[in-house]
């Protein structure tokens, strides 16, 4: 398995767009969530219904059959929770003057905040019409806590770190030149055996950057004369939640870390940077162009979307 290295190490959203109040007493569209956890290079799709009719009359919140639980919190907001089938779901409810209703999932749950004239009937119905993908990205937030108690590298002897998809063990022999074996995996270090975990960190982080700013070069060289582009300049990021970007006037970003991937993943950064120099968007044209010069796009999107920037090996 080509990514069977960071299954040891990997083991280890937010706004949602607002839905418009409805010119009627009919229920409210829901939107989709859009968060660079789950998605780093693309949005989803965002759908909304029309914004209310002058003179509309907000209609009188009816008494809610009483939640399971609903009670007070310091901040304001009152917790409440749901039955949906077998499963009950905890959220956090807020009213406020806004003429939109908003959904937020982050490591804390299910956040609502809601204009007063929305009823809680329609909430609670809007939130089982979408329960599937609730519980989904409450399940992802949870795996990505657990994953960051995981423990980390320690920086000694003997240590090991993915580059290039595959593993690279480090060795204090008290070489005299940082030199890094191709047959045996070993990054030898020029530091003593007892050396300070940091130090071995530092060095090892400076060596794998040095890698990816020479690397990445290349490789957009290479994906630039496929697509028939030029850019301007490139850079390496260390970007918590995106793994690569590109401005209008060619300035490619690339976030340094990709470096732990095989091959194949880089290049399909490269390319989807690259293509946004023809289309600045995420449109069918767009993917087009990046299906053009890396035909096999999907695969590595795939893998980056289970393995964001900030749940790699602790560098």
């Not at 209310?52 to 304001?76: H, Q």
């Not at 009152?78 to 999932?105: E, M, N």
């Not at 003997?158 to 063990?169: C, D, N, Q, S, V």
């Not at 940091?198 to 990816?212: E, F, N, P």
């Amino acid at each position: 398995m080509p990514y069977s290295f960071f299954s040891s190490f990997l083991r280890r959203e937010r706004k949602a767009e607002p839905m418009q109040k409805p010119p009627s007493r009919q229920r409210p569209a829901v939107a989709l969530d859009n968060s660079q956890l789950d998605l780093p290079f693309e949005h989803a799709p965002v759908f909304s219904s029309p914004a209310p009719l002058r003179g509309d009359v907000p209609p009188t919140e009816p008494a809610a059959p009483p939640s399971p639980v609903s009670k007070p919190l310091p901040d304001g907001t009152r917790q409440r929770r749901i039955v949906l089938g077998a499963r009950a779901l905890d959220y956090r409810l807020k009213r406020s003057s806004r003429r939109t209703i908003g959904f937020c999932i982050d490591g804390t749950g299910l956040s609502i905040t809601a204009p007063r004239w929305v009823t809680i009937a329609d909430i609670e119905s809007a939130i089982g019409d979408k329960q599937n993908w609730i519980f989904r990205k409450l399940t992802k937030w949870q795996t990505r806590v657990e994953q960051r108690a995981l423990p980390r590298i320690e920086w000694k002897e003997g240590a090991e770190f993915p580059f290039l998809g595959k593993t690279i063990r480090v060795s204090l022999a008290g070489a005299s030149t940082l030199s890094f074996d191709q047959q045996t995996n070993v990054l030898s270090l020029p530091l003593p055996a007892l050396a300070d975990a940091q130090q071995i960190k530092d060095r090892v982080q400076g060596w794998l950057q040095s890698k990816a700013k020479r690397i990445f070069g290349e490789r957009l060289v290479v994906y630039a004369q496929k697509l028939g582009v030029e850019f301007r300049s490139h850079a390496l990021s260390s970007a918590a939640t995106r793994w690569g970007s590109c401005s209008s006037d060619g300035k490619i970003r690339l976030n340094w870390r990709l470096i732990h991937f095989p091959m194949s993943i880089i290049d399909y950064v490269v390319a989807h940077e690259l293509a946004h120099l023809r289309e600045m968007n995420h449109s069918p044209r767009f993917w087009q162009t990046v299906e053009s010069i890396f035909p096999e796009f999907r695969e590595a999107r795939h893998t980056l979307k289970h393995h964001p920037p900030d749940l790699l090996p602790a560098l």
